[in-house]
């Protein structure tokens, strides 16, 4: 998506917000130059209106009512302006002192853990996120939060496939399923992370030992996203794949019949329940370094982890709360109870660069 495209689509549903929509278009047409933004005239009033302007990866209709809900309840109007992680990273990393931006929201450990790196992030303080967020799904000086869960599974094709014959991410090295894997490009952050956190768990050597072995029993080289890994297990291009979880669950509420035939002769299997859990990612938010509305940035993500906008949250994507006692939805549930790795998360940040060294060395495209 260009800059232009990204610009062209902050949802302001009032006029209000598009006025400051406006507002932000001469910002950021500014950019460079020294300017008193207009989205900052209404900092410090949290609970009290103003505004808040989320840069976000996440794109689902639910959220656009989550939004409304919390400018219903505190009055704080929210500006949405969309685009890929890397995109909204460059683009806040390019906009400096000046930028708009009071949160960036996206997907997977391995990208919060850039903007932190890249020093676009703050450390924000709240009592309320450290109550409900797991410590282990956000980051230690709350630089960033884990909002939604998602595990990374493997999937298989029930007529060539039992799950009894699967067991653990360590067992796909395990020359018996060679020709049989797929899975995407090491260029994806969610095997990045997977493969950081064999790093985290088993050390470096042992994982690249690992991921050779995986690369030696690949069924074609990486091509495509998850979605596109579960076509290949459904068609038996290959017998088994490494997917997140929502893929699964978002082909099985689909209403399209074709897709639900897709999944019907998949099966999803939670790898390592007898050892340290199934990898589990987040997707998360953080404040800005440099966040006009920084109250109102943090009782947006204290919102988020509120039970009424975990629920609509998770489902939005079909993932697993980040707060415990959340219920998930009846797909994902139908996946079946698991048992998760209790890693730090921010263990796959910090592990990243080895990890993507690892996966070159094992020869994954
Ligand atoms: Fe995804």
Not at 339 to 363: F, I, P, T
Request: net charge negative.
């Amino acid at each position: 998506m260009t800059l232009e495209k990204t610009l062209m689509i902050p949802k302001s549903r009032t006029l209000l917000s598009l006025v400051a929509g406006l507002s932000l278009l001469v910002a950021i047409g500014c950019s460079g130059q020294s300017s008193d933004s207009d989205t900052s005239s209404t900092e410090g009033e949290s609970g009290q209106g103003g505004e808040i302007n989320l840069y976000s990866s996440r794109h689902y209709d639910t959220d656009d009512d989550l939004y409304e809900n919390f400018t219903e309840q505190t009055g704080i109007e929210v500006n949405l302006i969309e685009g890929k992680a890397n995109e909204l990273i460059e683009r806040i990393k390019s906009e400096g002192e000046n930028s708009p931006a009071d949160i960036l929201m996206t997907v997977d450990v391995g990208n919060l853990w850039r903007a932190q790196e890249e020093g676009i992030l703050q450390s924000a303080s709240s009592d309320i996120l450290e109550e409900n967020i797991p410590a282990n799904l956000r980051e230690d000086d709350g630089h960033w939060f884990g909002l939604t869960k998602r595990a990374r599974l493997i999937v298989y094709n029930k007529d060539k496939v039992k799950a009894e014959e699967l067991s653990t991410y360590e067992d796909l090295a395990d020359p018996k399923w060679k020709g049989r894997i797929c899975i995407r490009s090491s260029s994806n952050i969610y095997n990045q992370s997977l493969v950081a956190s064999k790093i985290a768990e088993l050390g470096e050597e042992k994982t690249e030992e690992w991921a050779k072995g995986v690369v030696a029993n690949f069924a074609r080289e990486p091509e495509g996203n998850d979605t596109a890994q579960i076509e290949a297990v459904a068609s038996g291009e290959c017998d088994v794949a490494v997917v997140n979880s929502y893929y699964v669950a978002r082909l099985q509420r689909s209403d399209d019949a074709k897709k639900k035939e897709i999944v019907a002769n998949v099966g999803a299997f939670f790898p390592n329940q007898e050892s340290g859990g199934a990898h589990v990612n987040i997707s998360g938010a953080g404040v800005t370094a440099n966040a006009p509305n920084k109250e109102n940035a943090i009782a947006f993500i204290e919102y988020l982890t509120t039970p009424e906008a975990q629920e609509i949250f998770a489902d939005g994507n079909n993932e697993y709360p980040a707060v415990a006692g959340v219920a998930e939805n009846e797909i994902v549930k139908a996946l079946g109870n698991f048992k998760e790795s209790e890693l730090d998360v921010e263990s796959y940040g910090e592990k990243n660069a080895d990890a993507v060294k690892v996966m070159d060395r094992a020869g994954w495209k």
